[in-house]
């Protein structure tokens, strides 16, 4: 029997076709796991940046354009369209920034908990070493602030 015929159309790529392949650099592949982790948290913090800086600058030219003077109408129609322009952006940016810790909150609710757990007992044990070595220098300094001032009401 045949393969009955219709007249839906039957997408397949052409052997030539580089849509949606991507090349994964070398360097990207031999990262380790921290580094790699490291970068993408730097990429985060790039996007958060770049959202906050975009809301900063557009509340600036905001403030500035709602200078009062004398102005005719061409001038008022001109910063009224700037002023929109500009808080569209700045609603652009806030709806970045809330897709963003959005995202985080997913990462956090689905990340391996056992790293960090890990990450929280070796960040633990790092400050208590920090802790040790100031309770050490707290020490040694009222150490020689009791000797001398023993040494003072000896003389």
């Known amino acids: 029997m045949s ?15 580089t849509l949606l392949h ?5 360097a990207i592949i031999d990262q380790n796991s921290d ?5 993408i948290e730097e990429e985060w913090n790039k996007k958060v940046d770049l959202e906050v800086e975009t809301l900063v600058d557009g509340m600036v030219d905001l403030v500035g354009l709602a200078s009062i003077s004398d102005k005719d109408k061409f001038r008022i129609a001109q910063e009224s369209f700037q002023a929109q322009a500009r808080a569209e952006s700045m609603v ?9 810790t959005h995202s985080m909150k997913l990462l956090l609710l689905l990340s391996d908990e056992a790293q960090i757990a890990h990450r929280r007992d070796a960040e633990l044990k790092v400050v208590q070493e920090e802790k040790a070595k100031a309770k050490e220098q707290v020490a040694v ?3 020689e602030l009791l000797r001398g001032a023993a040494n003072q009401s000896r003389s």
């Open 141 to 143: 300094l009222l150490d």
């Open 92 to 100: 652009r940016a806030a709806n970045t920034l809330i897709s963003i």
């Open 3 to 17: 393969e009955p015929q219709t007249d839906v159309s039957r997408p397949s790529a052409l052997p030539t076709a």
């Open 35 to 39: 580094e790699y982790l490291d970068n």
């Open 22 to 26: 991507r090349t994964i650099p070398q």
